[in-house]
């Protein structure tokens, strides 16, 4: 889990990210102010989480820009902790925060492991 960790510290500046985790899931919640269900997406590959993000502004008609310090698309590529899983995966978006639930695999079930002898007795 390090590895994601470390790699959102690297997000831009305009993104602000909280990484949760449970017995059974993750949780990355990422504040991406303007981003709407239509202008992400996210995707999962070769233990990657892909998320590509953009803030759709409205510009008066009357108005144009004489600085733009607001703009934000986000591209980034985020490595799996080991025991997540893409299967069962959820996302949302309500008010720019978007919220992704990433499970865990299943632990290995305990049982007792066999010990035979070698033929030689030792």
Do not use: H
Not at 66 to 81: N, T
Not at 99 to 121: M, V, Y
């Amino acid at each position: 889990m390090s590895a994601l960790r470390d790699a959102l510290q690297e997000l831009p500046d305009a993104v602000f990210a909280d990484l949760l985790e449970s017995d059974d899931a993750y949780l990355l919640v990422l504040d991406l102010p303007g981003v709407t269900a239509e202008t992400a997406d996210i995707g999962l590959e070769n233990g990657r989480l892909a998320i590509e993000a953009r803030r759709e502004k409205r510009l008066p008609a009357e108005f144009q820009y004489v600085r733009e310090d607001r703009a934000l698309f986000l591209d980034a590529e985020l490595p799996l902790p080991p025991d997540a899983t893409g299967a069962g995966a959820e996302a949302s978006v309500e008010r720019g925060v978007l919220t992704i639930r990433l499970p865990k695999r299943d632990a290995a079930p305990e049982r007792t492991i066999p010990i035979t002898a070698n033929e030689d007795g030792s």
